[in-house]
């Protein structure tokens, strides 16, 4: 491989991506979602995706707009509380939907992209997570034509805490990743910005091709080896965005002026 991974679009860098694909994608609610990566990708026409996402975006933005284009087959998020149409697919017995405690799917992201076929942890012991019957799809009159399965439930005394229980977790391995960083290098080194790190470097990890958007491209050399937050080996593709890109959140927050935190 060329250690040049740049690429001249987000059309040529998503133009392979087959029906039936599995994607992870970065973004943090809204924040850090590669979104001209996901409208490329809709222009290109790929459908019956599995998607791995924090999220699933909000009506017409983010993966929103895969999900309302009918492109997506199956979700595995921790939050989907934002998206009309997405309650309704998964309802009516149109999406599949895995749902996973959030810090857990991180690092099922994490572990699969450093070759960790699975690990314990103590999120979701007691509850459907681990003891399974957790409607995935439904059928078209509302009865459960999916639920998920009991996971592995072991017990261990850890640090001499005493004996709990914990439940196995498999790794996640996409064949694809999309992800936004703030600056990459033409080698895939990439700077993330703020919430922008909490799924992007797990999710880029995870994925066998992973495709960078960036607003600033830069040349080798230029970023400092410490401040790299997802170095190169992992990225296989990198095209600029440039920094004027719309940047949407799902709810803004303000007080009157002048008034303190305790009277808005």
């Known amino acids: 491989m060329t250690l040049d991974k740049t690429v001249r679009s987000a059309r040529e860098a ?81 999406l599949e939907v895995e749902l996973v405690p959030q810090g857990t799917l991180a690092e099922k992201l994490r572990a699969g992209g450093a070759g960790i076929p699975a690990f314990f942890t103590r999120s979701g012991v007691g509850t459907q997570v681990a003891e399974g019957g957790l409607p995935m799809k439904y059928n078209p009159d509302g009865t459960v034509a999916k639920a998920s399965l009991p996971k592995d439930i072991r017990t261990f005394d850890l640090g001499g805490a005493g004996e709990q229980q914990y439940a196995l977790e498999e790794s996640i391995v996409t064949d694809f990743a999309l992800v936004h960083a703030a600056v990459g290098d033409r080698h895939g080194n990439l700077v993330f910005n703020k919430a922008t790190r909490q799924f992007a470097p797990p999710a880029a990890m995870a994925g066998r091709v992973c495709i960078a958007q960036v607003e600033r491209l830069v040349e080798p050399g230029e970023i400092d080896p410490d401040q790299v937050h997802l170095p190169g080996v992992y990225v296989h593709r990198v095209v600029e965005v440039g920094p004027d890109i719309e940047k949407r959140i799902e709810k803004r927050t303000v007080r009157t002026a002048g008034t303190t935190r305790k009277d808005a």
Not at 29 to 48: F, H, K, R, T, Y
Not at 55 to 81: E, Q
């Open 14 to 94: 998503v133009a392979d991506i087959p029906d039936g694909a599995s994607l992870a994608v970065g973004g943090f609610g809204l924040s850090g979602n590669p979104i001209q990566l996901i409208e490329a990708l809709l222009e290109q026409g790929a459908s019956g995706l599995s998607i791995v996402s924090n999220n699933c975006g909000v009506d017409g933005w983010g993966l929103g707009i895969l999900l309302g284009a009918g492109r997506i087959a199956k979700m595995t998020s921790s939050y989907v509380g934002e998206n009309k149409e997405f309650a309704r697919q998964y309802l009516e017995g149109e």
